[in-house]
């Protein structure tokens, strides 16, 4: 079963991860320190993120099309634990455990129904996809970022994809910036 | 008129922009030199187009609720040309000219009906939603990255929205970083 889940949430989901959220491998930060060293208050903690996010993804590619349940089945299931923001019939919306906005929560179909990646999606889909999208919405009201947030669906390994059940990432609360990666 | 049409896209649809579309201002460019100053090597070419974008996004959002065309509507009435990717009863899917990545087309609706941000989307946006992101999928398979894209629908200021009429980008063509901006 561990081969299922993804390295990057078996990483974010570590009790050692959630004490410290924002260590940077490969820097040896002290925080207890008033001045950083140069080279790390350079941190290059966006392309630290970029390349886990690559290597997670192409590491859950592998297993894309096997049909295996995903962490998300657990998160549904309430198997583990998450902060859930809105929840309806079809949809579920939960905090990434990783964020990357002050606001960063994810919208899941509470049945994949073959919605592995938005690669997979057929015309018969159309109806849980704009219930997706409207979550989005509720969400970003729900949140209180209804004046800006960004939604984001990545599909296959080069777009950071690195779990196979569909999710939008609805990002806020600072200013987002263009490209958007 | 012009007051309605965003800075940002006026810059687009410049010829002079299309003449040089990859101009970085304040960097004098001579690309006839086989070697560029270090300086320009190192292009802060993201950054630029952020603030541009950020400065386009905030001199949209002054003009958002009203309720005045937008170029997309030039651009649905063939009033500007535009290069269609995909199009249907509902939906026009056309290149942005100014691309983030190898592929990036934008996904509207042809009737905007309220829908100027996905702040302002109601329940019954829900089948008008779906359209558009599963055309997204379709626009993806028509460029030939169904392997790897990325969906990205911006809503308000601060997310760079600089068109009020609802658009999802498609990018792809290219390995996408995270975080997505």
């Known amino acids: ?87 309806d019939e079809k949809v579920l919306a939960f905090r990434d455990i990783n964020p990357q906005a002050p606001v960063h929560v994810l919208v899941i179909p509470k049945v994949r129904d073959g919605l592995t990646e938005l690669a997979k999606a057929e ?18 009201e729900k949140e209180g970022i209804l004046d800006g947030f960004r939604v984001v669906l990545n599909s296959g390994p080069s777009a950071c994809q690195s779990v196979y059940h569909l999710h939008l990432h609805v990002l806020g609360g600072r200013q987002m910036n263009w490209p958007p990666g």
Chains 1, 2 share one sequence.
Not at 123 to 140: F, M, P, T, W
């Open 123 to 140: 015309a018969r889909h159309g109806e849980i996809l704009g219930q997706l999208l409207y979550a989005a919405r509720i969400v970003a």
């Open 1 to 87: 079963m561990a081969a299922l889940v993804p390295f990057s949430l078996l990483r974010n989901y570590s009790p050692f991860m959630l004490a410290r959220p924002f260590i940077v491998k490969g820097c040896n930060l002290n925080f207890s320190k008033s001045v950083l060293p140069l080279p790390c208050r350079r941190l290059p903690f966006s392309a630290r993120a970029t390349h886990d996010e690559q290597a997670a993804a192409k590491a859950a590619a592998a297993t894309a099309d096997s049909g295996a349940p995903t962490i998300f089945d657990k998160i549904i299931n309430k198997e583990i634990p998450s902060s859930i923001v809105y929840e």
